[in-house]
């Protein structure tokens, strides 16, 4: 089964910044929009932010915009979200996904990973 994988979380202050990485097969960042998905304690899994096969366009959620920058390496089949001004909001498992059939629709992305969790501590 195909997987995407995602790294670079973990414990963090608040205030903070992070960049987190999502990897897969070449297939994947040869071919397919992506996105990030985030789900806190206790909440739905959200959309974060989308990002098209050729980088060119992108798109957030209206709660993350200004603070979080999607962007891809299809050479390194790499997929980034790089946070900044961490708050304890934050917090939660953050997943990749790739060829969706609605952009912010977890359900219809065809991969998706399993997730990396992101604990911010004030």
């Known amino acids: 089964q195909v997987q995407l994988v995602e790294s670079g979380g973990g414990l963090v202050q608040a205030g903070d910044s992070l960049r987190l990485s999502c990897t897969g097969p070449?297939?994947?960042?040869?071919?397919?929009?992506m996105a990030w998905f985030r789900q806190a304690p206790g909440k739905e899994r959200e959309f974060v932010a989308h990002i098209s096969w050729s980088g060119l366009t992108r798109s957030y959620a209206d709660s993350v915009k200004g603070r979080f920058t999607i962007s891809r390496d299809n050479a390194k089949m790499t997929l980034y979200l790089e946070i900044s001004s961490l708050n304890a909001e934050d917090t939660a498992a953050y997943f990749c996904?790739?060829?969706?059939?609605?952009?912010?629709?977890?359900?219809?992305?065809?991969?998706r990973g399993r997730g990396t969790q992101v604990t911010v501590s004030s």
């Open positions: 070449g297939h994947i960042f040869s071919n397919f929009a």
């Open positions: 996904a790739a060829r969706p059939k609605d952009a912010r629709r977890w359900e219809t992305y065809d991969y």
